[in-house]
T-cell receptor, first 115, second 111 residues
Framework: NAGVTQTPKFRVLKTGQSMTLLCAQD?????MYWYRQDPGMGLRLIHY???????AKGEVPDGYNVSRLKKQNFLLGLESAAPSQTSVYFC??????????????FGPGTRLTVL | GQSLEQPSEVTAVEGAIVQINCTYQ??????LSWYQQHDGGAPTFLSY????GLEETGRFSSFLSRSDSYGYLLLQELQMKDSASYFC????????????FGAGTRLFVKA
């Protein structure tokens, strides 16, 4: 099992450019998440999905869009990148449908720089 | 809304015991988790408490008091490899059981 994978690992964008980050998991998990991590600020939830075809906003959703067309994939899109979106982006997945232990498995991260 | 507070840094000596505290505010608490993250790496799950009391996993233990909205992570027999950031995270009923993370505690283990 590969677990949770993310592509790309690194990316440099110019302000105004767009891009899509891809997250894939092979554990048949229902829940998937996108976080951003900035120095001293922990992990902040951008968007999440509780199942195929569903998405919901997290703490910091502005400037991002997501799609979950297939259960194993969760895409994060930046339509018009801004320097404030320079960050490390982590994708995670978990099995739990509702309540109970929510062990999240994280991907290796994508380091994004917006110039 | 939800919020979590934990100390930003803790320093301890190899072989010692260290406790990292976490207090939280949430409208629909469902459980408290702890994650470890080494520099440049991804967070990894350590423990989860849904009920009051102590959960033990090897050298690591986690405690929860729901009435005090408080929990802690206890690391025993500290090793140099335990130097990392530790995050508490609250599972909240609102919006489909999403999880909110604290800002993290950086643990430095000295020889």
């Amino acid at each position: 099992n590969a677990g949770v994978t993310q592509t790309p690992k690194f990316r440099v964008l110019k302000t105004g450019q767009s891009m899509t980050l891809l997250c894939a998991q092979d554990m048949n998990h229902e829940y998937m998440y996108w976080y951003r991590q900035d120095p001293g600020m922990g992990l902040r939830l951008i968007h999440y999905s509780v199942g195929e075809g569903t998405t919901a906003k997290g703490e910091v959703p502005d400037g991002y869009n997501v799609s979950r067309l297939k259960k194993q994939n969760f895409l994060l899109g930046l339509e018009s990148a801004a320097p404030s979106q320079t960050s490390v982006y982590f994708c995670a997945s978990s099995y739990s449908r509702s309540g109970g232990t929510d062990t999240q498995y994280f991907g290796p991260g994508t380091r994004l720089t917006v110039l | 809304g939800q919020s979590l507070e934990q100390p930003s840094e803790v320093t301890a000596v190899e072989g010692a015991i260290v406790q990292i505290n976490c207090t939280y505010q949430t409208s629909g608490f469902y459980g408290l988790s702890w994650y470890q993250q080494h520099d440049g790496g991804a967070p990894t799950f350590l423990s989860y408490n849904a009920l009051d009391g102590l959960e033990e996993t090897g050298r690591f233990s986690s405690f929860l008091s729901r009435s005090d909205s408080y929990g802690y992570l206890l690391l025993q027999e500290l090793q140099m490899k335990d130097s990392a950031s530790y995050f508490c995270a609250v599972r909240d009923r609102g919006g489909g059981f999403k999880t909110i993370f604290g800002a993290g505690t950086r643990l430095f283990v000295k020889a």
